[in-house]
């Protein structure tokens, strides 16, 4: 009977610490501490019993207590007189224990949603309402499962140049709720086109893109209770002809700037960033959607922690737009509420090495985008959570679609012959520095919408083969977008 409540609470204390890998302090000790009373241990201030703060939880059946500690805290505690064991040491072990602890009964349940049944009520959505959604793959899986994308606009068929917004999920595929809120945002555009005026202008004036899963192999491997910690895409990267962990590789280290300086080259690792940058179709189909389409905005959602990142501090510098950025990304922390319902998300720079999406997005494209680490204290959240998660992160979306109408400025440019656009750069030198790829017109369009705080601006727009043009002393306003409209004539620059 002993043993069984001693594997019970093993059980229950890996739910409740299953982020102690990511915690700023590494515990790395699973330890017993036997004959011990609840209020004792707890009035150490070494472990807690705050189910928000899960990084040194206590779970204590009968007076015994299993906790993760340092090595630091263990010694401590024994000094104490706590009489201690420690149980497990090694990293490793301590992933296997806790998905054994998990098991196949952990398939999750309403109202989480499998990638398949999302795509159904979308595509039954774009059925309902043909020229507002556009469902359409983007690229395919390592499983050769299909990555789709929505596009919510007005005449969606119809190419254009309005802005692009983008919002996608499940990088890593045990941060579920990223899907949960991809799949919202898709219904409450479309549910209240033509019913709300401000929604109804969001589809007239932006195409909006959602990408509701990017991982989708290893969203189903969690989603049908395989593996309900599996990160990592299904990538068998030892090669025995199996996919089970450690395999994969993270998805998110494997963009392409400062992709070597972050994650880890060892396939075992749970940050394991590929072979090489792009390694993975998955992010490569992102990406080229990325390309594409210029996005002046994008949230990628993961969990946990209410935390907004953002570019980024990177050798002790700020990226070149730190007050632009840092004023949207408090904003944004600001309309969401935690799930204490007492405070908001908090605002943080993340690091421009680690071959993330947001430091590639911004750093190589000029797309501003953040990422919304979701919830607090877990990966997967009890049923009962779920909705008021996503409730109050469409808050932050609706920030976010505001917060595209500017201010800013708007180029656009041509060849002065033929009156066609052109794919030519712009440059602020007042703003971008060497850190960051030069921005560049869309060659479909030959237009770039860059988002800039009110005040005074002079960019250089350049070709080859063309004379170089400047813009001085252009004025944006408090609001809306300034308009430039630049001819490039051929010859020397």
């Not at 940050?271 to 998955?282: A, M, Q």
């Not at 799930?339 to 797309?367: F, H, I, R």
């Amino acid at each position: 009977m002993r043993h069984r409540l001693l594997i019970s609470m093993l059980a229950v204390l890996f739910i409740w610490a299953s982020e102690f890998t990511e915690c700023q302090v590494r515990r790395t000790l699973l330890v017993r501490i036997d004959r011990v009373n609840r209020e004792e241990l707890l009035r150490t201030g070494i472990v807690t019993s705050d189910e928000n703060n899960p990084q040194s939880l206590v779970t204590l059946v009968r007076d015994t207590a299993l906790v993760l500690l340092t090595k630091t805290e263990a010694d401590l505690l024994r000094e104490r007189g706590f009489r201690t064991s420690v149980i497990m040491e090694d990293t490793s072990e301590l992933q296997l224990m806790r998905r054994a602890c998990y098991g196949p009964t952990m398939r999750l349940e309403q109202p989480y949603h499998t990638y398949d049944v999302i795509v159904r009520e979308i595509e039954a959505l774009a059925k309902l309402h043909p020229s507002l959604i556009q469902v359409s793959p983007i690229g395919a899986t390592i499983r050769n499962r299909k990555i789709f994308a929505v596009k919510i606009t007005k005449d969606v068929a119809e190419e254009s140049d309005r802005p692009a917004i983008l919002f996608d999920g499940c990088h890593h595929s045990d941060e579920v709720l990223g899907a949960e809120i991809c799949l919202e945002i898709v219904r409450e555009l479309v549910g209240k086109y033509g019913i709300d005026p401000e929604v109804t202008g969001w589809v007239d004036r932006y195409q909006i893109y959602v990408v509701p899963v990017i991982n989708v192999d290893g969203h189903d491997i969690v989603t049908s209770g395989q593996d309900p910690r599996w990160e990592k895409n299904a990538r068998d990267t030892d090669g025995d002809g199996k996919v089970l962990f450690p395999d994969g590789v993270n998805l998110n280290r494997t963009y392409d700037f400062n992709w070597a300086h972050g994650g880890s080259g060892e396939r075992t690792n749970m940050r394991y960033r590929g072979p090489f940058p792009f390694s993975e179709p998955e992010t490569r189909a992102l990406a080229a959607l990325a390309r594409q389409k210029r996005f002046l905005l994008s949230l990628t959602y993961h969990s946990q922690g209410e935390v907004i990142y953002y570019p980024w501090i990177w050798n002790g510098h700020k990226a070149p737009d730190d007050r632009l950025l840092t004023s949207i990304a408090r904003g944004l922390a600001g309309s969401i509420k935690t799930m204490q319902g007492d405070s908001s998300y908090k605002a943080e720079y993340g690091a421009g090495l680690v071959g993330q999406s947001y430091p590639w997005l911004y750093g190589v494209l000029g797309t501003f985008d953040f990422v919304v680490e979701t919830g607090r204290g877990a990966h997967i959240f009890p049923p009962h959570e779920v909705a008021g998660i996503v409730r109050e992160n469409m808050n932050g979306v609706r920030f976010m679609l505001r917060r595209a109408e500017g201010p800013g400025m708007q180029i656009r440019v041509k060849d002065g012959s033929t009156g066609a656009p052109l794919e030519a750069q712009v440059w602020f030198p007042s703003i971008e520095t060497e850190e960051v790829q030069r921005r560049s017109t869309h060659p479909q369009f030959g237009s770039l919408r860059r988002l800039l705080l009110p005040g005074q601006y002079s960019c250089i727009i350049s070709k080859a083969g063309y004379q170089t043009v400047v813009l001085n002393d252009v004025t944006v306003g408090e609001t809306g977008w300034t308009a430039r409209q630049v001819v490039l004539t051929k010859g020397a620059p």
